[in-house]
Nanobody, 126 residues
Framework: QVQLVQSGGGLVQPGDSLRLSCAAS??????MGWFRQAPGKERECVAA????????YTADSVKGRFTISRDNAYNTVYLQMDGLKTEDTGVYYC?????????????????????WGQGSQVTVSS
């Protein structure tokens, strides 16, 4: 059973950058994703990556500003967030798909993800 521990997040100004990290224990070749939940809104996938890192997805709302990556030597997935906007404010979660999913693909549906990190608050405000 994989466990995910997140780090990063905080209060920044518009245009700033942040990097979120997600360290996995009990790690296998899972596809991973980053989701965010803004106040009063549903949780949405902002980025996803297959197990090798060769295939990635970023939502249109963050395309060109957010980058997902992973370092399997350290069992860690990252979300680099540049050019942050006030609408990026929310709680960010990393997640791993179920163990029987094909890790050669990325997944964007919330129901595909069975293990979640504890969440990281990101607040973008001037």
């Amino acid at each position: 059973q994989v466990q995910l521990v997140q780090s990063g997040g905080g209060l920044v100004q518009p245009g700033d950058s942040l990097r979120l990290s997600c360290a996995a224990s009990g790690y296998r070749t899972y596809a991973m994703g980053w989701f965010r939940q803004a106040p009063g809104k549903e949780r949405e996938c902002v980025a996803a990556i297959n197990w090798s890192g060769s295939s990635t997805y970023t939502a249109d709302s963050v395309k060109g500003r957010f980058t997902i990556s992973r370092d399997n030597a350290y069992n860690t997935v990252y979300l680099q967030m540049d050019g942050l906007k006030t609408e990026d404010t929310g709680v960010y979660y990393c997640a791993a798909v179920g163990e029987y999913y094909d890790g050669n693909y990325y997944y964007t549906g919330i129901r595909d993800y069975h293990t979640w990190g504890q969440g990281s608050q990101v607040t973008v405000s001037s």
